[in-house]
Structures are given as C-alpha cells and as structure tokens.
C-alpha cells in the first residue's frame, strides 16, 4: 500500500512559483512512477508531469518550460516546482504513484488527497 499526502498548495500573483511537495509512505517508494495530475472546477483531473523510477520525466505540453518535476528516494518524496504561473493553473493538484509506467495511465489506487493552487490575476 501507498499512502500520499500533498503539501506546498496556497494563492499566489501571476508570474509568482509555488512548490509542490508529496510524501509517500511503503517501502517501494524508489520503484514507483510518481507525479501530479490537476483538476480545474468544471474541468476533467488533466497529467501535469511525472517522473519514472529511473528519473525520466514527462510534462504537459502547458507545463513545459515553467515546471519542473523532481523525486528524493531517501526521503520518499516527489516535488513539482512550478513558476510563472498563470490563472489557468489555478486547480487541485493530486499526487499519483503508479507501480510501473504501463500502470500510470489506467490505475487509480494511489492518490493524494490534493491541494489547492489559486493563481490571482
């Protein structure tokens, strides 16, 4: 079992960063894909990045450039920098884990609890 608490949400300016934090309990944390998914109101839950075990990472064409994607193996945590944000990225952010890249876009067990990210124009 994967248990994941997010943290780092909050309001910030246009033009302003946010850091993102996630922190995973079990033992297998090194061997998981891990990243952020986003959820605007009125919108369906949207990839933002995510980084394999190995350290490969992948962004949304809107995250390129301004996110950036990161893990820590010694402290089971995965962070997502994120600057220049715009009011667009105003949304729920969710941590996910996924056992292996083939399991990243159809499984649904682990999730985060989600934070809020609002970007005041």
């Known amino acids: 079992q994967v248990q994941l608490v997010e943290s780092g949400g909050g309001l910030v300016q246009t033009g302003g960063s946010l850091r993102l934090s996630c922190a995973a309990s079990?033992?297998?944390?090194?061997?998981?894909?891990m990243g952020w998914y986003r959820q605007a109101p009125g919108k369906q839950r949207e990839l933002v990045a995510f980084i394999t075990s190995g350290g490969r990472t992948n962004y949304a064409d809107s995250a390129k450039g301004r996110f950036s994607i990161s893990r820590d193996n010694a402290k089971n945590t995965v962070t997502l920098q994120m600057n220049s944000l715009k009011p667009e990225d105003t949304a729920v952010y969710y941590c996910k884990a996924a056992a292996a890249i083939s399991l990243w876009y159809t499984s649904d067990d682990y999730w985060g609890q989600g934070t809020q990210v609002t970007v005041s124009s």
């Open positions: 079990g033992s297998s944390f090194s061997t998981y894909v």
